[in-house]
């Protein structure tokens, strides 16, 4: 999949997971849906993405720490916001499901991306001044680590936000 080449990365990572199917193979089995899923989502298959990540997720959930556990949720509502059309009762779920999870054990940057994902959702519902506040925070919370993506996200959404709230020239300084 690193290579560009989605179709083969989806085809592999299905073949993969039907092979393992022993008790034994059961974390490389959840690996190989996951990452099944992430080669369906590169290859515009939401549907399919959807479900064969949701099933790895199912599977490792039980044997991963907190943190992994809460990025998974928040890895599943990233998801359901880039199925066509996007899904938004899920990532309200899965996100407070990430901030549970988490607790006290995340780092800035985990809530972070639990930021942008809200502002995502807030943008996709056509809530635009609830995304620019999401977005707007993580800026404030990230202004250390300008090349971080979760930054460059966070500029995107709060550029969206603004235009549609019609603030032209600070959407146009969000790519400045």
């Known amino acids: 999949m690193l290579r560009g080449d989605e179709a083969q990365a989806l085809e592999a990572a299905r073949l993969a997971s039907t092979c393992l199917g022993s008790p034994e193979a059961r974390e490389s089995r959840s690996q190989a849906l996951w ?4 080669a369906a989502q590169a290859a515009d298959e939401s549907g399919a993405a959807l479900v064969l990540a949701a ?6 959930y039980s ?23 996007p899904d938004l009762d899920a990532p309200p779920a899965e996100l407070p499901a990430a901030r549970a999870v988490f607790g006290s054990d995340a780092g800035a940057p985990d809530l972070a991306a639990l930021a942008v994902e809200d502002a995502r959702v807030h943008c996709l519902r056509g809530d635009f001044a609830a995304a620019l506040a999401s977005s707007s925070a993580v800026l404030a919370a990230r202004a250390g680590h300008p090349h971080d993506q979760i930054v460059a996200h966070a500029h995107v959404l709060a550029a969206r936000a603004q235009a549609h709230l019609r603030d032209v020239d600070a959407s146009r300084s969000e790519f400045q």
């Not at 044997?63 to 059309?85: F, Q, W, Y």
Request: hydrophobic share 40%; no cysteine.
């Open 63 to 85: 044997r991963t720490d907190a943190l992994d556990r809460g990025r998974l949720h928040a890895a599943i509502a990233h998801m359901h916001t880039r199925v066509s059309p």
């Open 35 to 38: 990452h099944a899923g992430l």
């Open 55 to 60: 099933e790895g997720a199912r599977i490792l």
